[in-house]
Nanobody, 124 residues
């Protein structure tokens, strides 16, 4: 059974830093990829960043490239998303997704395994 717990997030002013983490607390699965998606109020859920658990390859959306870093901690079964120079448009609920599928455009599409979501708010 997949059980994903997200942590971190919160509120920060524009230009600030936040991080969110995603831990698979259930039975360890041979998950190859983990990704973060976000959904702002009134908008569709969109890809932010992803990582290949096996070879550490990373994927980033153009909108956040250069401002976020995704990394994995294999000992803790956790993926971290560090976000710098945050902008008000980064405000959203951030969701962890296990087993995301890489595309040929350098992004990912989600699987059906989602975390509960965690709020990130950036004020101007």
């Amino acid at each position: 059974q997949v059980q994903v717990v997200e942590s971190g997030g919160g509120s920060v002013q524009a230009g600030g830093f936040l991080s969110v983490s995603c831990t698979n607390t259930g039975r360890t699965l041979p998950v190859r990829t983990v990704a973060w998606f976000r959904q702002a109020s009134g908008k569709e859920r969109e890809f932010v960043a992803g990582i290949n658990w096996t070879n550490n390859s990373t994927y980033y959306a153009d909108s956040v490239d250069g401002r976020v870093t995704i990394s994995r901690d294999t000992a803790k079964n956790t993926v971290h998303l560090q976000m710098n120079n945050l902008k008000p448009e980064d405000t959203a609920v951030y969701y962890c997704n296990l087993g995301s599928i890489p595309t040929n455009t350098g992004t990912m599409v989600p699987s059906n395994y989602w975390g509960q979501g965690i709020q990130v708010t950036v004020s101007s």
